[in-house]
Nanobody, 120 residues
Framework: QVQLVESGGGLVQPGGSLRLSCAASGSIFSIYTMGWYRQAPGKQRELVAVITNGRTLNYPDSVKGRFTISRDNAKKTVYLQMNSLKPEDTAVYYC??????????????WGQGTQVTVSS
C-alpha cells in the first residue's frame, strides 16, 4: 500500500508565501510523474503544477512565475513553493503521484488534501 501525506497548508495574507510538501511511503519501486492540483469551493479540480521523472515542468498561466514545483526522489517527496499568493489561490491542494510498484504495476495516488487560504 502507498500513502501520500501532505503538509504546509494554512492561512496567509495576499502577497505572502507558502511551501507545500507531499511525502510518499510504501512499496514504491519508481516514481514517474508528480503533481499538484487544487479545488476551490464550487469549482472543478484543476492542475497547478506537474514535474516528470525527466524534470519537465508544466504550469498553467494562472500560477506561472509564482509557483515552483520540485522533487526529491530519494525522499519520495514533491514540493510546491507558492509566492505572491492571491485570494483566488484559495483552495484545497492535492498532491498526485504516478508510481511503479515493486510488484510491477503502475498506479496513481492522491494525497488527502491541504487547505490553503489567502486572505487579509
Amino acid at each position: 500500500q502507498v500513502q501520500l501525506v501532505e503538509s504546509g497548508g494554512g492561512l496567509v495574507q495576499p502577497g505572502g508565501s507558502l511551501r507545500l510538501s507531499c511525502a510518499a511511503s510504501g512499496s514504491i519501486f519508481s516514481i514517474y510523474t508528480m503533481g499538484w492540483y487544487r479545488q476551490a469551493p464550487g469549482k472543478q479540480r484543476e492542475l497547478v503544477a506537474v514535474i516528470t521523472n525527466g524534470r519537465t515542468l508544466n504550469y498553467p498561466d494562472s500560477v506561472k512565475g509564482r509557483f515552483t514545483i520540485s522533487r526529491d526522489n530519494a525522499k519520495k517527496t514533491v514540493y510546491l513553493q507558492m509566492n505572491s499568493l492571491k485570494p483566488e489561490d484559495t483552495a484545497v491542494y492535492y498532491c498526485y503521484f504516478n508510481v511503479g510498484l515493486v510488484d510491477g504495476r503502475t498506479r496513481a495516488y492522491w494525497g488527502q488534501g491541504t487547505q490553503v487560504t489567502v486572505s487579509s
